[in-house]
């Protein structure tokens, strides 16, 4: 990995070469929350004003950009009984930046499944592919257990990642055209004393975390406690609303829908994230329902971040960012179902 | 002065070019684009199930479209939707399917109004399949319960087809009434087979039902064969199938020597969507074709 240093004024100009000729989201504040601070989102911004890099962290991830939320996955033009299917991916280069390395941790992951091994899905690898990506270090956040999920940190995935030095940044550079853009403004060699300044901040950020969860347990205990009233405890609780998929940087479940336009000469098939929790996900045709009841379908949930992820990839899907609890109407948080099952661990 | 960032067309790589085969699951590709295909003839099973013949209309996309038995295909009616289909037929001939469809939903019951001459979409074939090789040289028990004889059909074709690789053949097949029973035309050529038996019984008999009544273990006691030189395939619901394999393997047979079909909501056949999963393993890939042993391994399945 090469390190450079880049002052803010110069990362000022890099951003509006950028706004000039590329789309670019970044993080913006949509509103204020009930305890007064800023809430913010990723989203597109036309100005470098317009983006707040100090924020701590957004009510929805990334993810809408790499998999949306509704994408067409093909069109159909009819014509009489006969048809035509047309298909096309996102070309568009876009700046995406301000990512903290939970959510770019949350794509190195999305990769393995979309990208990796088997049916590779070229509507992820395009966006992927087109999406330049600069991250950015930051104090932890309220309620996330990313560092005990290893993933506070990230060294790969991105193209640009920044640590703010005060009135410059510590810049990681991870690919060429990471390297080529950077080039675009005045960058200088690493000093020493940069980068004394770069691990104090560093450990200063590493300090901040609040102590560790023992997730290393976790997928055996899903497996041993299967059974356990746990589930049924923090299953009586949920709405089954499915909003903790939608905020995930990781869940990538969806359904297909087809419809057919008014005048009968076109149709799609329509690709829309959907969620476990939602009461008809494993409905067949016919109407059985392999997951009626809803301690379920939360379980199964868990079970597929924590236990079954973790069989096929040696990590857990989750990434800590806490984006779930926050959102969760019923107080639904993982450290939380993780103590519990821990304590009934214990007590037998 | 050139852009800062360039476009990346994911058309334009080599894999992407090459002519598409769901068989290449490892390589990149159109994975939502289908193979048009004709339904060349529709057979009226029963009241519920219909038999559709299916011919891919290009001749190279009907070259490559090569499947075993035990697997499925997406099944498309563009604007409708898309459900997963066993494949119900042989696989001698390339690119022609059969799949056994019973109204249930909405793309089935579209297929059910459709005639003959009407055009599909097909993806696949996808999933695991029946070890048909690694059973050669043994005795195989082919047993199903109401629809499951449209997943097991593929292996009783294959059976006949390659009658001289196995040893004693045993198909048992239960309904609930003679109404339901799938493919009746079809039991005399089975049964004219050298070496293959047939038995079929049903819940609830009606006037003109001349044969046993009961469930389908009552027939799996009085088959005598050695079991542990013989696989199973069992498909049907999963209180049936638990049955018969917890029979199966009281009486001694491996339980990774039988072989169960699982029925899961799809909405993709490639290990994405999630919508098929049985505890965290994906049907559409490591199954819908299990065997015994991983199936009582897997939370949820039955």
């Known amino acids: 990995m090469l390190f450079k240093i880049l002052d803010k004024s110069e990362f000022r100009s890099l951003l509006v070469m950028l706004l000039e000729s590329h789309e670019v989201i970044a993080p913006r504040v949509i509103a204020t929350g009930q305890d007064g601070r800023p809430l913010h989102n990723y989203l597109p911004v036309k100005t470098p004003e317009e983006m707040d890099l100090g924020y701590e962290t957004t009510l929805n991830s990334a993810k809408t950009y790499f998999l949306p939320y509704s994408e067409n996955l093909s069109t159909w033009d009819f014509n009489e009984a006969d048809w035509t299917q047309n298909i096309s991916y996102r070309m568009q280069p876009r700046a995406i930046i301000g990512l903290h390395a939970c959510d770019i941790n949350a794509l190195l992951k999305l990769d393995k499944v979309m990208a990796r091994e088997f049916y590779p899905s070229p509507y992820y690898i395009s966006r992927r592919k087109n999406s330049f990506i600069i991250g950015i270090d930051h104090t932890p956040c309220r309620g996330a257990f990313c560092r005990s999920l290893g993933t506070d940190t990230v060294n790969r995935g991105f193209d640009l990642f920044l640590t703010d030095l005060g009135d410059r940044y510590f810049v990681a550079i991870d690919s060429d055209r990471g390297y080529s853009t950077l080039h675009r403004v005045t960058v200088r060699d690493v000093t020493d004393e940069d980068t004394g300044a770069y691990l104090e901040v560093r450990k200063r950020i590493a300090d901040g975390f609040d102590p560790d969860l023992p997730v290393k347990q976790l997928p055996n205990l899903m497996d041993i406690e299967f059974n356990a009233d746990v589930w049924d405890k923090w299953g009586a609780r949920c709405l089954s609303c499915g909003s903790c998929a939608m905020v995930c940087p990781t869940c990538y479940c969806y359904g297909v829908n087809e419809a057919v336009a008014m005048d009968f000469t076109s149709g799609a098939k329509v690709r829309q994230l959907y969620s476990c929790n939602l009461a008809d996900f494993a409905t067949v045709a016919g109407g059985h329902n392999f997951r009626p009841p809803r301690e379920s379908r939360l379980k199964y949930r868990y079970y597929h971040q924590h236990r079954g992820f973790v069989e096929t990839y040696d990590e857990p899907k989750c990434v800590g960012c806490g984006r779930c609890s926050r959102t969760c109407l019923a107080g639904i948080n993982p450290p939380d179902i993780f103590r519990d099952l821990l304590a009934k661990e214990e007590q037998s | ?302």
């Open chain 2, 1 to 302: 002065m050139t852009p800062l960032l360039f476009p990346y067309d994911v058309t334009q790589e080599d894999e992407m070019k090459r002519p598409l085969d769901f068989n290449r699951r490892s390589h990149l590709m159109n994975v939502d684009r289908m193979y048009k295909a004709e339904i060349v003839s529709i057979i009226r099973l029963t009241e519920k199930e219909k038999l559709f013949h299916i011919r891919i209309i290009d001749r190279s996309e009907r070259e490559r479209f090569s499947f075993l038995p035990g697997q499925f295909v997406m099944v498309e009616v563009p604007g409708f939707g898309e459900a997963p289909i066993s494949i119900s037929g042989s696989n001698s001939q390339k690119g022609f399917i059969e799949l056994c469809i019973r109204e249930a939903g909405k793309v089935t019951t579209m297929l059910h109004r459709a005639a003959p001459g009407s055009r599909v979409g097909i993806r696949g074939p996808f999933g695991t399949y029946f070890p048909m090789e690694k059973m050669k040289g043994h005795n195989v028990l082919l047993i199903a319960g109401g629809l499951g004889l449209a997943p097991l059909r593929s292996p009783v074709t294959f059976v006949t087809e390659n009658r001289s690789d196995f040893r004693q053949i045993h198909i048992l097949y239960g309904t609930t009434d003679p109404s339901q029973l799938l493919f009746d035309y079809q039991y005399e050529q089975w049964r004219r087979v050298d070496g293959v038996n047939l038995d079929i019984i049903v819940e609830q008999a009606d006037p003109a039902w001349t044969g046993p009544v009961g469930r389908v273990t009552s027939l799996l006691e009085k088959i005598d064969v050695a079991l542990d030189e013989t696989y199973a395939i069992v498909c049907g619901p999963p209180v049936m199938f638990k049955f018969v394999c917890t029979m199966l393997s009281n009486q001694g047979m491996p339980r990774d020597r039988m072989f169960v079909s699982l029925e899961r909501r799809m909405h993709c056949g490639m290990g994405k969507c999630c919508r098929c999963n049985v505890g965290s393993t994906y049907v559409c890939m490591e199954g819908p074709v299990f065997d015994f042993w991983t199936v009582m391994n897997l939370k949820e399945a039955i």
